[in-house]
């Protein structure tokens, strides 16, 4: 149902400390109890966001993030870009097979600074994993990538080159 839209957006343990939070509220104010008026409507939310939960962990390693992508394709061959903010080249591995691109990468955290000198601490290191379906075989031993920018770009030259002929409406 989220899955599709939310996979990758929001991590996995997020989702999971929102949920306990959520569950703590409700037993604060009371919301818990059985003759609680707006049980039932707390009880779709907890319901939906369980569902949430389960479909980002399932659809995802914990703790990674599906990066976004554009496919395209030309006569010659399907282009892959893909967001990796962070990242660096050394730290992304890319498999190609006949119908399926493989990006698993990792962003490093910052040098390793004390705890106790952070007043908040945002940026840690990220994994970034997507499988991509391509749309027809590639030659994967020919296969170019390129980072730049945060962007990762991958060229995969096609099996079989095909032309497009362009017709006319009469």
């Known amino acids: 149902m989220y899955g599709d839209n939310m996979a990758g957006l929001i991590p996995a343990d997020d989702l999971k400390r929102l949920q306990k939070k959520m569950n703590k509220l409700m037993d604060e104010l009371g919301l818990s109890d059985l003759e609680s008026k707006y049980l ?4 779709k939310i907890q319901k939906l966001m369980g569902e949430l939960t389960e479909e980002v962990e399932t659809g995802q390693p ?8 554009d496919v395209r394709e030309t006569d010659e061959a399907v282009i892959v870009a893909m ?3 962070g990242v660096d080249k ?3 591995d ?13 962003k490093k955290a910052e040098t390793e ?9 945002e940026r840690t290191w990220r994994r970034f994993e997507r499988a991509i379906k ?5 030659k994967g031993d020919e296969a170019k990538a390129r980072l730049q920018s945060g962007v990762l770009e991958v060229t995969l030259p096609k099996e079989a080159v095909t032309s497009r002929k362009r017709i006319s409406i009469e």
């Open 134 to 138: 391509l749309p027809v075989a590639v």
């Open 83 to 85: 967001d990796l903010p």
């Open 94 to 106: 890319i498999a190609v097979s006949e119908d399926e691109l493989r990006v698993v990468a990792e």
């Open 90 to 92: 050394q730290d992304v």
């Open 62 to 69: 914990e703790g990674s993030m599906m990066p976004l992508a």
């Open 40 to 43: 039932d409507e707390m009880q």
């Open 113 to 121: 600074i004390s705890e106790k000198d952070f007043h908040k601490r």
